[in-house]
């Protein structure tokens, strides 16, 4: 169903390389595939026409007919396009104003907005150092001010005590009066699910609004949500002046059209993403990752800021001159599979990769998960240190003792090795690369690192 | 007999009300560029992105108006003229799958899985479907499976006493397919008619959360091998394409036996229900129509085409 725009295009271009130079009809062709490709993604249609519309302006150009692999040029274009419009640069939440700084956040029912507050709230108490407050106004769906409580707590950060039967504008007059008091820099408010289309509930928030006269009003969105983004946003922006984005359930396969589609309408940063369940799943807004997520191309930047964080410095340098001399052995394989867990495992890399969509969905149907990495980990531990330093010695009665140490079968030892091998020799390629000069590294060579293929149980 | 024909009134003008609203958009765009002209391959292409806005996604929308074109192509049409037959075609594929939820009595209690992915509704459709239930006088049983969000048993134990239905808990962080187990047990003893298992949302894509599922619906066929009796994921009509992959892994996960489509009052057109009908053909069971505890309704193809179609009864 998803194929990525790099393969879309990729047929129409083997196509049109053999003849040469690029028409203004081929261009029209390659952009009815990347209108497909952004309406699969459920860009909304009038946002995804006008895209076009200034694609091909663009495109049609000299740099596309004079380029080589066209193709990617036309990729490029599309791609850089779509960063402009997505706000090309990273935007932080606004709290210049005098403290309490009230931050309300809106939505529609079920977008995420109470494990938003919380997620903003501990970001901003653990990272940025601010004193917190928490106040739901949401008196409509039953149970949902405990919500909060039980979130705040968990996230030890204030709650503004529920008084049962107030009205959501006197909660917020309340909270932050609170706020001043208890002398707390940011209080963040979070609203009751509405339509957008509900008069009374838009009223209301709009008289919180008044009340309060919040820093940021904070639009909580689905990632998954389709052609209807538009309205959502545009309404909300029109009733209660939305000044900023945040997209959530970004973790999951949604290809995220409604970010553009949002942005768009509204004009308004897409400041945050929510990127799991926890509550530490918070991450800052990139525009070319989205892009590139929305044209199926992967999210190569993220996988390598990812990997940047969670890799011990010291221990890639060590890796590193172990790559340059063609040395990577089974405890480095096996300081791999620790990296690659800590990195949210198999699932969250390859939801990185690009053009990983149909692997992914074969390991799945593989059953691959977790425990598989961990029982590679539990083969190495039960290999002596001179094992694991040469592979070479590893005979018959020497596997077998090894699969019994870990309770795997003989297979499940010869897998791995046999994995291991395919990597060492990736390994030494990266080190004869990297001496040309990193940056020659192509997207299938990173693909290659990352050793998934031979740990699939078949 | 009478009070029942009011009810069914009552969801109706409720769903038209609905869906009207998002309607009417579609409906404008039609008249707007039909008027009376022949249906040539420009009006082809305005009606395509009339149905891709609504969520049909592009190829159920190319499909639609391809069957629109093979019978009335280069013929003058009207605005009414084309609603109807877009109605007709729509109602076409969406026929086969109006099913509501039918409880089988040879089951005691018919055990109800409800899934979905976070937000869209499952707690607040299990209240309704509660509620439902019981207004046919039978005795409901829901499990507070969502052992994950924070109050959502909280939640769950507000509808249940909304609808009159008893709730089997746990601890919050508890094992929700243990939990699941001994509601079952429980409502067996008790000689329940219905067991709604409430669970938590989880994204389609989360293997480990997908398991858990997995495990729900092993415990239960512990306790009787034909459980769940059903297996319904709650669909958020606004959301868009993703759906496939919704309805593709959680039907892997768990067997889906149908679909409930909630937050229709809204503007979203949950036209990805067409894409669904005719790419897995799982029975629509019902919609939400609104947050109010009667706010659920039978899916009826027929409304739902005229409704997507604009037409106005």
């Known amino acids: ?55 091909q302006a663009r495109a049609v150009g000299a740099d596309v007919l004079k380029s080589v692999t066209p193709g990617q040029m036309v990729i490029k274009v599309v791609h850089d396009h779509l960063i402009e419009m997505l706000g090309g640069e990273t935007e932080e939440l606004n709290l210049r104003a005098t403290p309490p700084v009230a931050l309300l956040v809106v939505g529609l029912q079920g977008s995420g907005k109470t494990t938003s507050v919380a997620k903003i709230g501990l970001r901003l108490t653990s990272i940025e150092k601010k004193k917190v407050l928490l106040a739901s106004l949401d008196v409509h769906r039953p149970a949902a001010q405990e919500q909060l409580r039980v979130l705040g707590e968990q996230a030890e950060i204030n709650t503004l005590p529920v008084i049962d039967g107030q009205v959501p504008v006197d909660i917020a007059k309340r909270a932050m009066e609170a706020g001043k008091l208890g002398g707390y820099d940011v209080v963040i408010l979070d609203t009751a699910g509405r339509l957008h289309i509900d008069e009374a509930l838009m009223t209301e928030v709009a008289a919180v609004r008044d009340a309060v006269q919040p820093a940021e009003v904070l639009l909580v969105a689905d990632a998954l949500t389709g052609q209807d983004a538009v309205n959502v946003a545009k309404s909300f922006k029109e009733r209660v002046g939305v000044t900023g984005i945040m997209l959530t359930r970004i973790d999951g396969d949604a290809r995220g059209g409604a970010a553009l589609s949002m942005r768009q309408v509204t004009g308004c940063p897409i400041k945050l993403l929510g990127t799991g369940e926890k509550l530490d799943a918070l991450e800052a807004f990139h525009p070319d990752r989205i892009a590139s997520r929305i044209l199926g191309m992967g999210d190569v930047v993220s996988l390598v800021e990812k990997a940047a964080e969670t890799i011990d410095k010291e221990d890639a340098e060590k890796l590193e001159a172990k790559f340059l001399k063609g040395q990577f052995d089974l405890d480095d394989l096996a300081a791999q599979l620790r990296q690659m867990r800590r990195m949210g495992g198999l699932e969250g890399l390859m939801a990185m990769l690009p053009g990983v969509g149909k692997a992914k969905r ?6 691959i998960d977790e425990r598989s990495l961990l029982r590679q980990e539990a ?22 003792r090894i699969a019994a140490g870990a309770g795997v079968e003989i297979q499940d030892v010869n897998r791995l090795l046999k994995q291991y091998r395919q990597m060492a020799g990736m390994m030494k390629k990266v080190g004869k690369l990297s001496r040309k000069g990193r940056k020659q590294l192509s997207q299938q060579d990173l693909k290659n690192l990352i050793p998934p293929q031979g740990g699939i149980p078949r | 007999m009478a009070e029942t024909a009011a009810k069914t009134r009552g969801w109706l003008s409720r769903l038209r009300g609905g869906l009207a609203k998002s309607a009417s958009s579609l409906g404008d765009g039609i008249s707007g560029l039909v008027g009376k002209r022949k249906l040539d391959d420009e009006t082809l292409q305005d009606l395509e992105d009339l149905l891709i806005s609504a969520d049909l996604g592009v190829a159920a929308a190319a499909a639609v108006t391809k069957t629109l074109a093979a019978t009335r192509y280069g013929k003058d049409v009207t605005t009414q003229q084309v609603r109807a037959a877009l109605a007709e075609e729509i109602a076409t594929i969406l026929e086969p799958v109006a099913h509501p939820l039918v409880l089988d009595p040879a089951h005691k209690p018919f055990v109800i899985l409800v899934t979905g992915v976070n937000g869209t509704g499952k707690t607040t459709t299990v209240g309704k479907l509660a509620s439902h239930f019981r207004e046919d006088g039978k005795t409901v049983f829901l499990a507070a499976g969502d052992t994950f969000r924070a109050a959502a048993i909280d939640q769950l134990k507000i509808w249940g006493e909304r609808a009159g239905a008893r709730v089997i808990a746990g601890k919050v962080g508890a094992d929700a397919a243990g939990l699941a187990f001994d509601a079952y047990s429980e409502a067996r003893k008790a000689g329940a008619d219905v067991l709604l298992v409430d669970t938590a949302g989880r994204l389609q894509t989360k293997t480990n959360l997908m398991e858990e599922l997995k495990k729900i619906v092993r415990v239960l066929k512990k306790v009787d091998e034909s459980a769940p009796h059903a297996s319904i994921l709650v669909l958020d009509a606004t959301t868009g394409q993703n759906a496939h992959s919704q309805v593709e892994l959680f039907s892997e996960a768990c067997g889906l036996t149908g679909l409930v489509m909630t937050k229709l009052d809204g503007t979203a057109r949950g036209g990805v229900l067409v894409a669904l009908a005719s790419r897995f053909g799982l029975p629509i069971n019902a919609i939400g129509v609104g947050e109010e505890i009667e706010d659920l309704a039978a899916f009826d193809a027929q409304n739902f085409a005229r409704a997507l179609a604009g037409i106005a009864d």
Not at chain 1, 8 to 14: A, S
Not at chain 1, 19 to 37: F, I, M, Q
Not at chain 1, 362 to 367: E, S
Not at chain 1, 379 to 400: D, F, P, Y
């Open chain 1, 1 to 55: 169903m998803f194929d990525s725009l790099t393969e879309r295009l990729g047929e129409v271009f083997t196509r049109l390389t053999k003849r040469g130079a690029l028409s203004e009809g081929d261009v029209a062709e390659a952009l009815r595939e990347v209108r497909v490709a952004l309406l699969e993604a459920d860009v909304a249609l009038p946002v995804v026409k006008d895209f076009v519309k200034e694609v």
């Open chain 1, 362 to 367: 074969q390991m799945a149907g593989a059953n």
């Open chain 1, 379 to 400: 083969i190495i531990s039960s290999m002596t240190l001179k094992e694991r330093r040469s592979v070479k010695i590893l005979n018959g009665s020497r596997r077998r």
